[in-house]
């Protein structure tokens, strides 16, 4: 990982000797001088030691949509009912729903702290490895390749397949294995389409299901207005057992997903001492404000029967509000999901991509196409562990099972940060937050994981010990220097195959000094 001594930087601890980094430049392979006029970034891809270096390409605008689309997904389409569900209350979904938006909104701020002072792609593998180790990095990435992004891909694959074949099954829920085939169609496009034209998709999408959503808020208005909102009788009727509101918040903050999705691509990010955290200014209240209205409307125009018993709520509350029209809202979730899964995919390989530079997955996860500058062979693994999830079909299960695994790893990650102030107080932080603030997350979020685990302890320890059975694959895999030579010959093999088939080559990480 990047670290500074004066004002040069390294590109890899992995690339690292043992002793401290030298400065003079022998190292030329991780090691670069860096010019005042940041000459290196005037191309899109510039030539190192015949490597192909990343240009910070990403605007604000691009930062935002990164955040805003990844995060306007598939969750408002389906979360509401989660929410619902166990809630059983009007009053206190709402207020869970703004509790959601607020805490994912502190726990983005943390991560602008994280972000600007560890300007590095890969997000939490990137803290954790700065701050805890290789091992505990490692963990981290272990985690997302096996349970964390597969499942959110899939969740996402899957919304998208309820709602295109829901107009067909009017009458009951669609057939489980027509679900399956649409979204495994559904992430192989996606997945295909990314690989060119991942920017343009996420700018124009974020557009269209922002549109979409301000409709449904639009005709939310109209039918309160009108005064025939039933949905809001005895606001306060439901359920509150800790479990319940755990289980609530765990839908609630699985629509929130990917407030933290920008810190993965920070080395693309053009100024990200000031865009980051702007895009975190700009996105998050957008997003809070927009999903407390969305789900002002469907209680406006739902029943709350009609609530619990379709996960495709879009559809009834289209049905019911825009006539001949609804068959627009499928085609508004289509487009939420294509955006929401296609920034997943688009972070997850460089996450993917940042392993291999560190030397904790496979070197092909580490090719980029030389003309699009795109991780073929990591978006194509994405892909497939994407649609193994698809052996099972319960989105709610899904959203349970992986989420106390995610939120253990955001709360290391801001500890990191805590622990980083300490162990390292002279790395650069152009932005600091107040001690408080990270404290307070990591209560809420460890008080977040133990809640529903009073009643069903299951996902957790099934989360736990997935994540340690990572432990003897580093130490065999990673930590073990003196591998038979086959191993490093078929990792050859693998990345000269994926130079022929894909037109990749490797691209090496750059990180640019501050001004």
């Known amino acids: 990982m990047p670290e500074r001594y004066g004002d040069k930087v390294t590109t890899s601890l992995a690339e690292l000797p043992k002793t401290k980094a030298s400065t003079n430049g022998d190292h030329k392979s991780s090691l670069f001088e860096l010019n005042g006029d940041n000459s ?37 389409f389906i979360a509401p009912t989660g929410v619902f569900f166990y809630t059983g209350s009007v009053g206190s979904s709402l207020l869970i729903w703004a509790a959601c938006g607020l805490l994912s909104t502190v726990g983005a701020l943390c991560y602008a702290e994280l972000g600007t002072s560890i300007t590095r792609s890969g997000g939490d593998y990137a803290y954790l490895l700065i701050a805890f180790g290789p091992l505990v990095g490692f963990l981290r990435l272990w985690i997302a390749l096996l349970i964390i992004r597969p499942t959110t891909q899939t969740i996402v694959a899957l919304t998208f397949a309820q709602y295109a074949a829901k107009p067909f099954f009017e009458e009951c829920e669609p057939p489980e294995n027509a679900v399956k085939l649409l979204a495994a169609g559904f992430l192989t496009a996606v997945n295909c389409l990314s690989v060119k034209w991942s920017m343009k998709v996420q700018d124009v999408f974020t557009a269209g299901k922002i549109l979409a959503l301000i409709l449904i808020i639009m005709a939310g208005i109209y039918q309160m207005i009108i005064g025939e909102a039933n949905s809001f009788d005895n606001l306060w009727e439901g359920n509150y057992s800790l479990a319940n509101i755990g289980f609530a918040f765990y839908s609630g903050l699985f629509a929130f997903g990917g ?52 996960l495709a709520v879009a559809v009834t509350f289209g049905n019911r509000m825009f006539g001949s029209f609804a068959f627009m809202v499928p085609i508004f979730v289509a487009l939420s999901t294509f955006g929401g899964v296609n920034g997943v995919l688009f972070t997850s390989a460089r996450l993917f991509a940042t392993g291999a530079q560190e030397g904790h997955l496979p070197k092909f996860f580490q090719l980029f196409h030389i003309e699009q500058q795109t991780p073929i062979p990591a978006l194509i693994f994405s892909c497939i562990m994407s649609l193994v999830m698809l052996l099972t079909a319960d989105v709610y299960k899904l959203i349970n099972y992986f989420s106390c695994v995610l939120w253990l790893s955001v709360v290391a990650s801001v500890a990191g940060m805590l622990r980083l102030r300490k162990t390292k107080p002279n790395i650069p932080r152009p932005i ?52 038979p030579r086959c191993y490093g010959h078929l990792s050859d093999k693998m990345v000269n195959l994926c130079r022929a088939l894909f037109n990749t080559t490797i691209i090496e990480s750059i990180e640019r000094s501050t001004d």
């Open 40 to 76: 290196l970034t005037r191309n899109d891809a510039v030539k190192v030691e015949d490597k192909i270096v990343l240009k910070r390409k990403l605007t604000l605008v691009n930062g935002v949509a990164i955040i805003v689309g990844t995060i306007i997904g598939s969750g408002i």
């Open 259 to 310: 407030w933290n999705y920008l810190n993965f691509v920070t080395e693309e990010l053009q100024d990200p001492y000031r865009n980051l955290p702007r895009a975190i200014w700009i996105a998050m209240p957008v997003v809070t404000g927009i999903y407390v209205l969305v789900n002002l409307a469907y209680f406006a125009v739902v029943t709350k029967t009609e609530m619990l018993s379709s």
């Open 432 to 483: 600091r937050v107040h001690t408080a603030l990270p404290v307070i997350f990591i209560i809420c979020c460890i008080i977040l994981v133990l809640m529903p685990s009073l009643s069903e302890p299951l996902n957790l320890l099934i989360g736990l010990t997935i994540t340690l059975a990572g432990i003897p694959f580093y130490y065999v895999c990673i930590a073990w220097r003196n591998k």
